[in-house]
């Protein structure tokens, strides 16, 4: 009886036949054309329509299941639906160069979402409850209306990279050093007249960008801080550097070029690390120049 059933199967397949459901092949590449894509839907991993110059988003888009990579650069959306929850595989959104006027809240519901760029829109907030998403690692809405953020985006477990510049923030969540995870902050060109306690407080940040904002003075640094390589303050308004800057014990790089420094402060000589110090643009005399440059004998003084 099996040799029977065994020889039945063999000329099944001779015939072209399976005994089993077909299995669609899936070509590895990315799909640029709707028409083309819905052929096989189950196989669309990557999708573009950049450059699209499109006026309204095509929602046959959310069938694509296994969808990855969703590229939708340079079009004229100013709304997405809200309905992206059906995209539970999606690792990668791109919306640079849009109109969009928010982001939809069920971006939230995109489990495995890491990385999101919507540089270049028009956004005035970002959702609250994308602080749910446990995969998002990286976030550049830099070029828009930003004017707040939800005290919630700290909560963002695996959050490493946030472009915020070229903004409009006043100020930032008072919760900032629940940040778990971040490591490169760019804060450059907003209206950042303060910063909140504890800003310094993220341990694991390397790099902060603050160029081209408010600031009058910085908070207090509790903590010594072993991982911020960089921290460029250019074009604030910045009188004095905290006594306890020094605490800062990683810092290469600090740049202050454009504020109203009239000196260091003594603890600055703590900072071992230091290897480039800016000071373009402040009344610093000359004579006090000069005897910086002979205390930090190991640091490229600036002015």
């Known amino acids: 009886m099996q040799i029977s059933k065994l020889l039945i199967a063999i000329t099944l397949l001779m015939q072209g036949y399976s005994l089993f459901a077909q299995v669609q092949t899936c070509p590895d590449k990315t799909y640029y054309n709707i028409n083309e894509a819905v052929q096989k839907p189950l196989c669309v991993k990557y999708f573009s329509q950049r450059v699209g110059h499109r006026d309204y988003f095509n929602h046959t888009i959310l069938s694509f299941s296994n969808l990855e990579m969703l590229d939708l650069k340079s079009n004229n959306y100013t709304f997405l639906p809200d309905s992206f ?6 690792k990668h959104l791109t919306l640079s160069e849009n109109k969009l006027l928010y982001l939809p809240a069920s971006l939230a519901a995109c489990d495995s979402l890491g990385f999101i760029q919507a ?31 939800h005290e919630s985006i700290t909560e963002l477990p695996q959050l490493r990279v946030l472009n915020l510049q070229h903004n409009a923030l006043f100020s930032l969540p008072q919760s900032w050093s629940q940040f778990r995870a971040l490591s490169v902050l760019d804060l450059a060109y907003n209206n950042i007249a303060y910063l909140p306690e504890g800003f310094f407080g993220v341990s694991t940040v390397t790099h902060i960008d603050l160029a081209n904002n408010r600031l009058g003075g ?47 402060p003594p603890s600055i000589r703590k900072m071992k690390a ?5 000071l373009v643009g402040n ?8 005897y910086w440059k002979q205390q930090l004998s190991n640091v490229n003084i600036i002015f």
């Open 85 to 90: 929850t059906a995209l539970k595989r999606l």
């Open 119 to 149: 540089d270049r829109n028009r956004l005035a907030e970002l959702p609250a409850e994308l602080s749910r998403n446990k995969a998002l690692h990286t976030i550049d809405v830099s070029w828009n209306n930003i004017g707040f953020l």
């Open 218 to 264: 910085l908070p207090r640094i509790r903590k010594r801080h072993r991982n911020l390589k960089a921290l460029i303050l250019t074009n604030n308004h910045l009188k004095q550097l905290p006594g306890d800057i020094s605490k800062l014990q990683a810092l290469q790089v600090l740049t202050v070029s454009g504020n109203r420094l009239t000196d260091l």
């Open 274 to 278: 230091l290897r480039t110090l800016v």
């Open 283 to 290: 009344p610093i005399p000359p004579e006090r120049i000069a």
